[in-house]
Structure formats: C-alpha cells, structure tokens
C-alpha cells in the first residue's frame, strides 16, 4: 500500500478506468466497506445499463475477473483501497474526498435530465411555426418576444437542474439549494 499522498497524474492513471471509478463510487455508496460479490454485481449492472437482478453470468464473470485481478490490486496498491483477496472483502480507505472529482456522479442521480429542454425546445419550434404561418395572435412581430421568452426559460431551467445537482452550493442571500 502506497504511504505518500497521490499526484494528480497517478489519480488520473487510476481513474482512467470506469471500473475502478465505478468500484470507489460502489464503496462510497456502502459507507466505504462491501464484500466482492455486490460490487461485482453492481459494477456489471452498471456497465450493461441493467438492473443488477438481470446481470448475466457472463456479464458478471467478466467484470469479477477484471476486478479481481487487475483493478482491485492497482487500487490497492495506490492506497486507496484495502483489498482482501482471501476474504473477498474491500474497504475505501479514509481519503476519499480526494477522489471525488474523478468519480462518475451521473451513476448517483439517473434524472432524466433531457426531458425538460425537449419540452421547451419543441414549444419553441411550435412557437416559430406559428409565427412563421401567422396563426391566431402570434404574428412574426411577435417572434423575438417568443423567443426571448423561450431563452429565458431554457437559461432558467439550466440553472434550476446546476443548483439542484450541486447540494453543496452556497447561494446569495442566505437561500439553500
């Protein structure tokens, strides 16, 4: 196990690797402890977007082969996990703000993010159609102030998805997010 603080070049060669990322972010979900076969199931899930109960053998083979052998003794060996081969057992070791900013946070939160700009990008499009076609009391005058409307909207939704995905976030005027 490595006793110095990692440079920022070994933290990127570790996490080059979606397992290890996966695996670091699999044990932060656990409170830094777990035994082989979960995170074995959990990483293979992850990797073929499948709930864990319809991971397959082979899909679950593959994965512990890789962790087994491969990732788990590089992360160990970095000092960022203990592993215990015999056991099957792995525990994050206690730095692990450290690696916070490399990890995959989109495997945290599955929202479905896209939905809301389709929305106003196709109440937009409708918008201009209208106005393009002069229908009912939307006429071509009126497109900049549709559109500005629609911008407004997009950057407001922008912020409220950044602000909701970032718990940490001190806001002006002594609001919380």
């Not at 293979?44 to 899909?59: L, M, S």
Request: charged share 25%.
């Amino acid at each position: 196990m490595s006793e110095h603080e990692l440079t920022q070049a070994e933290l990127f060669d570790v996490f080059s690797n979606a397992r290890r990322r996966r695996t670091v972010q699999y044990l932060k979900r656990q409170g830094g402890a777990c035994d082989l076969a979960p995170l074995v199931e959990q990483v293979a899930a992850w990797e073929n977007d499948v709930d864990p109960d319809e991971v397959t053998r082979t899909q679950r083979r593959r994965v512990y082969i890789s962790l087994y052998q491969t990732h788990l003794p590089m992360l160990e060996e970095h000092g960022i996990v203990d592993w215990d081969p015999d056991d099957h057992t792995i525990d994050l070791l206690p730095h692990e703000d450290v690696f916070d900013p490399y990890l995959d946070h989109r495997l945290e939160d599955q929202r479905e993010w896209h939905r809301p700009y389709v929305t106003v990008t196709a109440l937009g499009v409708l918008g201009l159609v209208i106005s393009w076609l002069s229908i009912g009391p939307l006429t071509a005058a009126a497109a900049p102030v549709v559109a500005l409307t629609l911008c407004l909207l997009v950057l407001a939704l922008a912020v409220v998805q950044h602000v909701s995905r970032r718990p940490d976030l001190e806001l002006p005027l002594g609001l919380t997010s």
